[in-house]
């Protein structure tokens, strides 16, 4: 297993496994405490694990927390998907910059993403199971969701879109939700 920087993205990193195969399938490790702490990320940090399961076409996305926000790492562990993250960490020198990535049950990599990056995916193969490990236990008064078709995001959705979330149909525009980070920002100090 070894762990590239995402360069798009300050702090996030692509974690990619080496899969063992053989006439029964394969076997990979999908986390590795101490790679990932040479990654400078805690490996006990992680409070939550959980996993969606979508159709082809469906969009899930773009999410992110306000205050403190939140670290995740994120697989698809059956299928396919389009991912995508967007850094709104006002302090980093990746501010507004987006990483696209196709996640796949075959490479089994899995994508860190710091807190303060949006993030959504859309499901390219019929069925796809995506797996998601937090640092902080969700509270959906912090949620925020960003039209995913905002133009200034401008992200390429490779297939259209069969279906999403109330909350994802009813987003706010990048402006409204920076405007919003911002504000919670300005509350925390």
Known sequence: MKAVPVAAIHGAY???PTPVADARGFFCRTLDRELVRAA???????????VSRSHR?????M?????LGEAKLVRCSYG?????????RLDSPTYRNQTRITLTDETQASLYLPAGCAHGFQVLSEV?????RIDREHDPAEDIAIAFDDPELAIPWPVPVTEMSRRDR???S???ACAALDMTLTERK
């Open 80 to 88: 396919s998907i389009f991912d995508v993250a967007v850094d709104l």
């Open 170 to 172: 009813e987003a706010s």
């Open 174 to 176: 990048l402006k409204d």
């Open 14 to 16: 692509l974690f990619e």
């Open 40 to 50: 400078g990320i805690d490996p006990d940090g992680f409070i939550q694990d959980s």
């Open 57 to 61: 076409g469906v969009l899930r996305g």
């Open 63 to 67: 999410h992110l927390r306000s205050g």
């Open 128 to 132: 796809a199971d995506v797996t998601y």
